[in-house]
């Protein structure tokens, strides 16, 4: 596997392994976010009643369709691991790029953290059902990001692989639960009285507030960049997986609605832990709860397993270009893969996973997503402006433009507003964490950077500089 | 020219990681410990709950049976319960400085930044 | 002594289990190769040659 490439005359260098196809890009972005569907999204529901949660479903989905159209764009032409990483330094800045590298790593490793504690609680709940009370979740925590840590450091491929294989099985239970239960499988039949007689128990307000956690039915879509120094043909692998990513996600989330919207009444359904498995748990058919825990589980561990994925590459990307000590740009030789920073991002979940409650981790992971949207915004009309479609060859062009820009910037606003409504302490906590963060990287931290070597495109000079 | 970095000792390389991350925990950790995380939900429980009182028709009294929820007082706490959205506005334009201050004090730095790098990339600008 | 409380330690030993396979390696591949070798990685250099990004 050692096929080092020795150009003539140029030292060896070992570079990540190009070995990925668009259905792994898929894997991975899917993989990521579909645990949204399994946990989480229904506190939309909770927040602003049944028809919040689906306008919360759309809304969001709409603003991960532009997402995921801007970053097609940028990311077929920008490809380097570290996805919006790379974007940022060679269309924003470098001190952009360190945060959006931030925003990238914590937003993972949250979300990693996430996955951990919710396969702990899940195995809880199995074993209380079994008889056993009081199980010990920190063992399975840990040996959750231990074991995928591991299936990481030893290549892509077979990380990727094993997502695409979990995350497909836990796309077909919630197509074999929504295709049961429209042929009556359900001992319970579907019930959307509560849209008529309650439609919205907190007014408008609601649906805002709702818009916080309709985002998780897609967070981490935009992963999918992460991956474009491995993949074979990123100009044309990236836009396709990321697209049919987003189609996936948006036809999952609407199934997932009406599935549980019918089978559970909406106070249930706004504070429950595992809503699908749940909904399962109402058709009273067994064989359906079965398959629904299968897929809660895969679903969970594919999310954490592209999380570490998506954040070792970028933590490997600042360590690269010495935003971080450079220690943490390493490949491994064989594998070829950061093994350095795989490594390092271990017990960093761990830390968050084993003693912060799930809600706050969640919020954490989802605000660091939206800095990162926020950003797209501005960087994609930038990138046009400083490059016109003239003057590189794009991978995909966006249509449209700057109409996305403008209801992604529209809506980041409305989402900042709906995380204020519950959580804005953490909200000003978190911003003023990147303010001291980006003034300590621009006066301490920059002087190791080496300054021309950080443009690394074959781009003719910028316009206007 | 080409700017030339200082190459980093490996204590200053641990110290400046060990930095970050004590910035990172404590920006989670530190609305915890002051107690200002989160909001939840505050329940009104109703006397003498029955379902038709918690307005659940029949089919939702089936769906509660099947969570194994059948007593509709066991029920009273999560069906009444309501978010508190009062917020003060003097907060929310709090907010809305702190992140639009955020990035545009990035940008500007960034775009400092950015000139020295295609400056070096690119050569000093001809006319 | 059921099940669950099994499981709990297998869990345990699994982890440790990952984390010295994961650490053995590091510590191998830190010690066997030269770390210039290793951090020799360059973004976008494949891009480079394989795709010129010109009209």
Known sequence: MVDTKTASGQPERLQ???VLGPAHIWALGVGIVLVGEYMGWNFAVGKGGMIAGLIACWVAGLLYTCVAMIDSEVTSTVAAAGGQYAQAKHIVGPLMAFNVGLFLVMAYTMLEAANAITIGFLLDTVAGMQGHSGL???PFIVLCVMFLAWLNYRGVLATLTFN????AIAFMAIIALFLSVQFGVSSVPLDFSAVTTDPMPYGWIGILAS?????WYYLGIEGTCQAAEEVRSPARSLPYGTMAGIMTLLIAATMTWYVCSGLIPWEYLGQAGTPLFDA??????????????IGTMFSTLASANGCINDASRAWFSMGRDRYLPIWFGAVHPVYRTPYRSIIFLVPIALIFALGAPLDQVVTFSILSGLLGYTFMTFNMVMFRKKWPLDTIKRGYVHPMHPLPTIVLLILCATAYVAVFLGYGTQLIAMVSFYIIA?????????RFVRRGDQFTMPWPRPEGY | MAYKPPKQSFAGQIFDVITLLVLTVGALYLPLYLGLAGAAKTPAPIANPTWEALGQNATEQQQWAALGVTDPAAANDIITARFDYSFSWMALVVMAILVIGYFVLVVRLSDKEYRDVIAERFGVKKR | MDIWTILEYAAWA????FALLMLSDMVRIDTTYDNDLLTSSREGEIEAAAERHTL
């Open chain 1, 16 to 18: 990540l392994l190009r």
């Open chain 1, 136 to 138: 010990h979740q920190q």
């Open chain 1, 164 to 167: 695409l294989v979990i995350t």
């Open chain 1, 211 to 215: 818009l916080h956690f309709g985002l």
């Open chain 1, 280 to 293: 399962a748990r109402v058709t009273g058919n067994r064989g359906l709860m079965v398959l629904l825990f």
């Open chain 1, 438 to 446: 980006s003034l300590w990287f621009h006066f301490r931290r920059y």
């Open chain 3, 14 to 17: 699994l982890s440790a289990l």
